[in-house]
Each structure stands twice: as structure tokens, then as C-alpha cells.
């Protein structure tokens, strides 16, 4: 079996990288940094949109300076005592490189870190993570690559990230860029592509170069030429122009036969539609009766494909639609015009952004509520405003916070609005473990240093250790229960209560 | 260290337990004999049903009363998988330290489905002789009969306000907070019966440092409701859609609150809204309609924009 064309042609060389020869530049110069000592930014920051080579230009790097590479992305578990894993086996172990010569860490051959998709931390699956991340960031003797698509989903957690790492913006090829490409491996497959069928293809993608290369090869499947009617049957890609028909055919021509027609040709699925609409509607529905209206079809419209998705009936769809394009229409009772581009939804990336937040919260709530003998949601509405603000103006409740109900700097930066590596976020972890030193003074101080240090990395522990702690004032004891515990699965983490 | 007094102050023996005479004294005579059946508390949130059941564990127990009692909260664990996994694992395994029995604290019990309450039957009886329940929730009708019929019940009233007051009182004595008299009858007042929400509500006013006066109570209580929904609110009663819009989404990713969670303060917030009380109804109407709209629906965001359109309209009404 051979691979796949976006494999087989994947540069292997930095040269090799389309679009962003500015970006390769950059990289190459903070690589040959490190041949005279570790630079003042450890480590790169690769920014870009899914699809233009982030991964390849950090792995063609590793392949021009002669390094290792040691790799990790969203398919490994990421917590913390996996990161340190990786980052300890880069700077210790020797490995083979890719062309077979033997590298010796100690004699000074490198290894490249890389840390794929970066942004994509698992809430309670890689928890512990972040903080490792920061750590490498600041500590590592081996280079380190971060690759993100979403760049805030990093920095609104770390400073570190923000101010630790030389970034670099990778940008979306044109067009043009993406046909050269798909040219060239069209003359090396043998297979005749008309050049207005590379343009479309091309097109199609919106600068996504790898998946250019996908849809050049799944046309080309089993024949020698593509022609400019097969590219037209590549429709995944282009509900875009779709969209904007619909958002044409709603609020400017008032035609819901028209606009009817295209969601029913459309391989968009209703709830993309929906959110075109809703993205828009505001916009284009300027009266206060057309917006109130407006937003009652979309309501009313998604609550069809509710149902749709609740009962697996397809059936309903059909009402969904015609509420969005009739329905919309008919909401249009004054003669307001609009003029306005029509936007693309931000609601999706949106939520992604706030899913990471929902599950640090759920997990903050879980500890309040195990330690205050509640329930999550009465945490939620009625304990956490208050604890928000007591948190807030006294640095001695944060204290608390960590020493009773076991909260990570992640959980206390989330509940006190500042980032997890942030001054007062640091200086309350200082203090919580003085104070534990302090309360311990015997015997064996050094272990215990070493407990409540890790005891934020490690939540497995921690987290187990919760309900055997909870009425206990004085901080020792749930230490030392830490202690004998053996750390339970990292998954189940938050449901140990029955770890009796 | 400074604590966080809902806990500092919870207290730890029947006989410390405030109001609720009639339930403690009952609960006193269980722990006295050194057995009880299985029990159901019902009554409002923050009148004393957790208290009371890790005050007979203590009574019952003594200080190892944590390896024969455990807590589930209902609410976070409400499936008929922890029923027939966790519970059934704890009940059938013998109790420590010499103890008779075991007891099972089920919070929030009216938040376990119908299928999980079923389960339940067999294991409580199966295992009576070495486990008891405490049942406890704010409504006993959301309990299935068969279980109900199986427990000694116990209702706890509203906190009297002059209940409330006096543990407020042992509070700031304790704590040397200086408070004025109208302002602790404020608290009282805010709490509504409900003791944590009278012991959080002073912490936070307490915690400025300065003499605690009404306004200050009223300030505190006031931000309790985060300040960004009631931003969102206004933004969209001064007419800007796209504007309170843009608060929702901020609200939805900075809070990372969901649709029903905004709802609720929404809600909450309606009653200090400057608009008449007509308004306030309608609104309210459609508050309820747009939650059900959430459930049934497959997109919370566009629920709550239809409320934001409405929003609008009311203030545009005004306008």
C-alpha cells in the first residue's frame, strides 16, 4: 500500500515549503541558533489555519538541521507526567535520525520537541498539561516546536506561551500557489489536468493546500485526466458559495422558491444553514418587528432540528428549512434595505473556545461542591459569585482554596480571573506551601516539599484524595493520605468519590 | 488562614443545629439507640439536611465516621449506573471499626431519573441489615412511592429570621465584623431562610474590611448576579441587538456558562429591572417558553437571541 499523496509529496526540506517563505526563514534562523548555546526563546510558536504546513515545516526543519525528532500531538494523552515524559526522553535518550545515523543526545546531537496541535488540550484528560507546557517552555534543552490552529485557546491560559516563544504566523497560500502545486504533482502522477480544473480545485480548497492535494487525488482515482466538469462534482468544499446564494436569495431577492431550492440541493446540512442565518439576520433585519420575527423562525427552526437530532428523524428537516427560508422571508414587514457583506458564523470557533472553559469550570465546581457538600450546579449559581469576590479582595481565601479544597493554578487563575502563571496565582501556591512546611516542620521536610509541588500536576492524586480530605483543617494529613494512595486512573479522576 | 465560614461554621452536632427542632430531637433519639431506619429529609435548600446527616454520622460513628459514611450528590452522579455500580459496592461491603451499618447520604435525591430511583428498591432492602440511606431533596413528591414508603420522613421549614439572625450574630461576634444592625436584618431579609446564602452574603460584605452598612448588603447581593448578564440585558433593551449579542457570546466563553445557566440569572435579574410589573410578567412568559425552547432545541445560542429580539421590542416599547 503506498501513501497517500499528501504523504508521498510532502516536503522534506524547509526549501521545499510553499507560501510562507518568510515563516521558513524565521524557523531556520532560530534553529542555527541553538548551534551557539540555547536562545532566549526556546520555542517556537507556529500559528496558521489547519492545512498549510505547520507540521511539515517543523518536521522538514528537524530533517534540515540533522536533528531527532520527538513528536506528540492530540492522539497521546497529554498530561503533565506525559509531557515531562517526552521532554526527558528528547534530552536523554539517543536515537537513530531519520536517515539512519546514530545521534547522541550528550554529544550534541538535538532532538526537536514538537508539541502538535497544542490547542487541543483534553480538559480533565490532559489535565496537568498546560503547566507542563509552560515549564518546557521555560526549561527545555532540546528546541521545542508548539503548533496551534487557535492561537487564544493557548495564551488566555499562559503568559509563558505569550511571552516565552517566538511566533510565527503561517498564512494560507493563494490560489495560484495551490494549482503550482498540484501541477506539479499531477505531471509527476501522469495524469493531464486541464488548467482551469486545477484552478477550481484549487479554488475550492480556500488555501487549504493539503486538502487541494486530496481532492486532485480523489478525482484523479483510476483515470489520467481530470477535467474542469469532474472538479465541478467536488461539492464537500464549496458550501460556502452555497451559503452565500442562500443569504443572497433570503435577504436580497426575497425569492424563498429560489432559496428553498438551494438548501434542498445543498450538501450543507440545515444546522450550517441555520447558522448562516443567524449570523446574518440582524444585519439584514434592521426594523425591530423584522429582527423580533426573524429571531422567532430561527427559534422556532432549531427547534425542528432538535428534535431531528434527539429522535434521528430525518423527516423534520423539511420544517426546519421551510422556516428559514419562507419563515425568514415572510419576517420582513418594513422595506429596510441593507447593503452589508454577509458575514461567515463565528459561533463555531466560538464555542470551541468556550468548550475548554465549561470544563475547567465543571471541574472547579466539582471540587467546591465535593468539599462544601453540594451539588455542582448550586456551586455554579450560588456559591461560586460569592467565592469569586472573597477570592478576589483576600489572598488568604485563595490559600484555603488550595489547601482544602485541593484547587490547581488553572482552577484558581479561572476563578479569579487571571492566568494560571500569573503573579498572584504564583504567590499563593508560594505561600499555601509555606505555610504546609511550615505545619509540618517534621519529620522528613524535604519529601513533603516534594508532595506539595507536584500535588497540583498530579490531579489523579489530588482528586482521589478529595473526599478523605474534606473536614480536615490542618494541612498534613491530606498530604500524607496523598502519599499512600496509589494514583487512580487518570480518567475517572472526578468520580472517585466511592475511593473509600 | 482566613476560611470560608459556610464551612467554618457548619455545625458539626445535632444539638448545635439551628431551628429544625423537630426533626433534631427525633435524630437525636436514633443516635442515642444506635440505629435508624432509613430516613428521607425534605425541605428548601440551606435549612440544615446536609448538616444533619454528617451530624448523626458523627454521632453514630465517632471520629472514624468517614470510612462508614459516604456522599453522592444526585444532581452530579443521577444516572442508574452509579446505582447499580457504586452504591451497590459500597452497601454490600461490611461496615468498619465494629459499626452496625453503614449509611449512604443521597443528596439532591429528586435529581435521580425514575429508572435509578427503581433500582434503588431491591439494594436497600437487599442490604438493609448493613446499609441505611439518607435520602435527602427539596421536593418529596419527586420520589418514587415504593422508596418513599421505605423511610422514616423528616421535614425541615424555612429558617425563622430570627434563627437566621442569631447565627449571623455568633458569626460577627466571632469574626469582630462590625455591621450595622438594619444591615444584618438586610442579609436576613436577602437570604429568605436559606443559611448559606446568609453566611456567604456576610462573608462577602464583611470581606471590604469596613463597617458593613445596607447598602453594602444590597451591593454585595447585587453581584452575586454576575454583572455581565445585566450588562447583556440592558444592552439589549437600549435597542443593540448585535451589542448584547456579543455579550451572550462573551458570557458564554468567558463564564463558559450554558444556555440554561444564563437563563436562570436572566431571570434572577428581571426583578430589579427597571420596567412595570406587566412587562415583568411577559417577559418571564417568555423567559419559561425560550428555556423549554433550549431543551428542545439543538442551538442554546439562538434560543437566547430570540429573548435578546424580544429584548428590544420591550425596550423599544419604552423608547
Redesign the interface.
Given at each position: 500500500m503506498t501513501d497517500d499523496w499528501t504523504e508521498k509529496y510532502r516536503p522534506r526540506s524547509l526549501n521545499g515549503i510553499v507560501g510562507n517563505p518568510g515563516a521558513a526563514a524565521t524557523m531556520k534562523a532560530w534553529a542555527e541558533s541553538w548551534n551557539s548555546g540555547t536562545p532566549d526563546k526556546r520555542a517556537l510558536l507556529l500559528v496558521g489555519s489547519p492545512g498549510i504546513g505547520k507540521t511539515t515545516s517543523a518536521e522538514a526543519l528537524a530533517r534540515d538541521m540533522g536533528w531527532g525528532i520527538v513528536e506528540m500531538n492530540a492522539s497521546d494523552q497529554r498530561t503533565g507526567n506525559a509531557i515531562h515524559a517526552v521532554a526527558g526522553r528528547a534530552s536523554l535518550a539517543n536515537t537513530f535520525g531519520d536517515d539512519g545515523q546514530y545521534l547522541q543526545a550528550s554529544a550534541g546531537g538535538r532532538k526537536l520537541i514538537v508539541l502538535d496541535e497544542a490547542d487541543n488540550l483534553f480538559g480533565n484528560a490532559d489535565r496537568g498539561a498546560m503547566p507542563a507546557i509552560n515549564e518546557l517552555i521555560r526549561t527545555t534543552k532540546q528546541p521545542l516546536v508548539l503548533i496551534v490552529n487557535d492561537e487564544y485557546a493557548l495564551t488566555r491560559k499562559s503568559a509563558a506561551v505569550k511571552g516565552g516563544t517566538l511566533r510565527i504566523a503561517f498564512r494560507r497560500p493563494t490560489s495560484a500557489t495551490v494549482a503550482g502545486v498540484l501541477k506539479k504533482i499531477a505531471a509527476a502522477e501522469h495524469v493531464t489536468v486541464s488548467p482551469e480544473a486545477l484552478i477550481k480545485i484549487a479554488a475550492n480548497a480556500g488555501g487549504d493546500l493539503r486538502a487541494a492535494v486530496h481532492d486532485l487525488e480523489s478525482l484523479a482515482l483510476g483515470k489520467t485526466d481530470v477535467t474542469v466538469n469532474a472538479a465541478d462534482q467536488l461539492s464537500a468544499r464549496v458550501e460556502r458559495n452555497d451559503m452565500y446564494d442562500l443569504m443572497g436569495a433570503v435577504f436580497r431577492h426575497s425569492d424563498p422558491a429560489a432559496a428553498r431550492r438551494i438548501l434542498q440541493n445543498s450538501d450543507t446540512d440545515p444546522g450550517t444553514a441555520e447558522l448562516w442565518l443567524d449570523e446574518n439576520f440582524p444585519y439584514e433585519l434592521r426594523n425591530t418587528g423584522d429582527l423580533v420575527r426573524g429571531a422567532e423562525r430561527l427559534s422556532r427552526a432549531d427547534i425542528y432540528l432538535g428534535r431531528v437530532s434527539r429522535r434521528q428523524y430525518f423527516g423534520f428537516w423539511g420544517y426546519a428549512n421551510d422556516l428559514m427560508t419562507y419563515g425568514m422571508i415572510d419576517a420582513r414587514h418594513s422595506d429596510s434595505k441593507s447593503f452589508e457583506r454577509f458575514r461567515f458564523p463565528m459561533y463555531m470557533s466560538k464555542m470551541a473556545r468556550s468548550r475548554a472553559v465549561r470544563g475547567l469550570r465543571g471541574a472547579l465546581c466539582l471540587k467546591l461542591a465535593v468539599w462544601m457538600h453540594t451539588s455542582t450546579k448550586r456551586v455554579q449559581n450560588d456559591v461560586l459569585p460569592y467565592l469569586r469576590l472573597l477570592a478576589v479582595r483576600d489572598p488568604e481565601i485563595q490559600i484555603t482554596l488550595i489547601r482544602e479544597a485541593r484547587l490547581e493554578p488553572e482552577e484558581l487563575g479561572f476563578l479569579i480571573d487571571q492566568k494560571m502563571d500569573s503573579r498572584t496565582v504564583k504567590n499563593a501556591y508560594k505561600t499555601a506551601e509555606a505555610e504546609t512546611e511550615a505545619a509540618v516542620r517534621q519529620p522528613a521536610p524535604k519529601k513533603k516539599r516534594r508532595i506539595a509541588k507536584t500535588a497540583p500536576l498530579e490531579s489523579d492524586t489530588v482528586a482521589a484524595v478529595m473526599p478523605a480530605a474534606l473536614p480536615v483543617p490542618s494541612a498534613p494529613e491530606p498530604l500524607q493520605a496523598a502519599e499512600k494512595k496509589p494514583s487512580a486512573p487518570a480518567k475517572k479522576v472526578q468520580k472517585n468519590l466511592f475511593d473509600y | 488562614?482566613?476560611?470560608?465560614w459556610?464551612?467554618k461554621y457548619?455545625p458539626k452536632t445535632l444539638d448545635e443545629v439551628v431551628g429544625q427542632k423537630h426533626v433534631t430531637e427525633r435524630l437525636k433519639a436514633y443516635v442515642a439507640a444506635r440505629n435508624m431506619s432509613h430516613l428521607m429529609f425534605t425541605g428548601p435548600?440551606g435549612t440544615g439536611k446536609?448538616t444533619c446527616a454528617?451530624a448523626v454520622a458523627r454521632g453514630m460513628f465517632g471520629d472514624n465516621w468517614?470510612?462508614n459514611f459516604?456522599?453522592?450528590?444526585?444532581?452530579?452522579?443521577r444516572g442508574i449506573d452509579v446505582v447499580r455500580g457504586?452504591i451497590k459496592?459500597?452497601a454490600r461491603t461490611a461496615p468498619l471499626e465494629g459499626a452496625e451499618f453503614k449509611i449512604i447520604f443521597m443528596?439532591?435525591a429528586d435529581?435521580l431519573t425514575n429508572d435509578a430511583q427503581a433500582a434503588l428498591r431491591r439494594t436497600m432492602e437487599k442490604y438493609s441489615r448493613i446499609c441505611r440511606f439518607i435520602f435527602s431533596c427539596n421536593y418529596a413528591s419527586k420520589i418514587i412511592d415504593p422508596i418513599q414508603s421505605r423511610c422514616a420522613v423528616f421535614r425541615f421549614q424555612p429558617l425563622s429570621k430570627e434563627d437566621v439572625t442569631a447565627f449571623l450574630q455568633k458569626i460577627v461576634a466571632a469574626e469582630h465584623v462590625k455591621i450595622e444592625d438594619d444591615a444584618l436584618e438586610g442579609l436576613v431579609h436577602v437570604a429568605r431562610g436559606d443559611m448559606?446564602?446568609a453566611v456567604?452574603?456576610l462573608?462577602?460584605a464583611a470581606?471590604?474590611g469596613e463597617t458593613v452598612t445596607l447598602d453594602t448588603v444590597y451591593q454585595?447581593t447585587g453581584?452575586?448576579?454576575?454583572e455581565a448578564v445585566r450588562a447583556m440585558l440592558e444592552t439589549a433593551l437600549g435597542?443593540d441587538?448585535?451589542g448584547a449579542?456579543n455579550k451572550l457570546?462573551e458570557i458564554?466563553?468567558?463564564?463558559?456558562l450554558?444556555g440554561q445557566?444564563i437563563i436562570?440569572?436572566v431571570h434572577s435579574a428581571y426583578y430589579s429591572l427597571s420596567i412595570t410589573d406587566s412587562e415583568k410578567v411577559r417577559l418571564m412568559d417568555k423567559t419559561g417558553e425560550?428555556e423549554f425552547?433550549i431543551v428542545?432545541?439543538?442551538?442554546e445560542?439562538?434560543?437566547l437571541?430570540?429573548l435578546?429580539?424580544?429584548l428590544?421590542?420591550v425596550g423599544?416599547n419604552k423608547r
Open positions: - | 488562614m482566613n476560611e470560608i459556610t464551612e457548619r435548600a446536609t454528617l468517614r470510612g459516604i456522599e453522592l450528590n444526585a444532581s452530579d452522579e457504586k459496592e459500597f443528596d439532591e435529581a448559606r446564602r456567604n452574603g462573608q462577602v470581606s471590604t454585595t453581584m452575586a448576579n454576575p435597542g441587538f448585535v449579542r457570546d458564554m466563553i468567558t463564564f463558559g450554558s445557566d436562570r440569572q425560550i425552547r428542545e432545541g439543538s442551538n445560542r439562538i434560543q437571541e430570540a435578546l429580539a424580544y428590544v421590542m423599544g
